[in-house]
């Protein structure tokens, strides 16, 4: 009798890996792509994160960005893009770790996927990662003066601080300092 071959054929996400880390292995060996559950985890240095993106998308087809978030570590702070492509069923997890200082630097991947331009002013927002080169860096959930960045572990708020601006003269007549000289509009309710 022959002996069958009890070799096992490569998972979809190992056939995955093996593609990611072939269309990056150009960008030099600091890019490590290894499985990560049902997912390939690309991890890349922020100097090559555009390029990497600009592979993963145009020669691998990851043309759907589904998530940018990021990661407060103790050392530092990592940026996390999660894209897909239409005929490949694992996502690639686009990495890069940042310095953890006020507002570290970051390429913005809004030239290559324009769905990072909505979900990257929300990092920048709640996480405080500037995301250079973006077409609109500003505030998405806070006010614009809004001291600091709340999803980051080093935040702290002074206890006076009036989170929502219509308490901040006061609920009755939501008076304003120079309002005070305006007669009182009887009519007007506060939404």
Known sequence: M????TASQPSP??????????????????CSVQAHAAYVEAVVP?????????????????????MVTAIDLPESIEVVYLAYA??????VLLK?????EEL??????????????????????????????????????TEDDF???PLRKDFSIEPDYVLMRHLRFGVEGQLTPDAESEPANEGHRPR
């Open 2 to 5: 022959e002996e069958q071959s």
């Open 13 to 30: 996400v190992d056939l995955a890996v093996s593609r990611v880390a072939g269309a990056l292995q150009a960008l030099g060996p600091d």
């Open 46 to 66: 922020v100097s090559t994160l555009e390029e990497a993106a600009r592979i993963l998308k145009t020669d691998l087809g990851y043309v759907l960005l589904s």
């Open 86 to 91: 239409l005929d490949h069923a694992n996502g």
């Open 96 to 100: 890069t770790s940042l310095p953890r």
């Open 147 to 149: 001291p600091g960045h």
């Open 104 to 141: 570290p630097g970051c390429p913005t991947l809004t030239g290559v996927w324009r769905g990072a331009e909505f979900q990257e002013r929300e990092v920048y927002d709640l996480m405080g990662v500037n995301f250079l080169g973006h077409p609109d860096m500003t505030r998405i959930l």
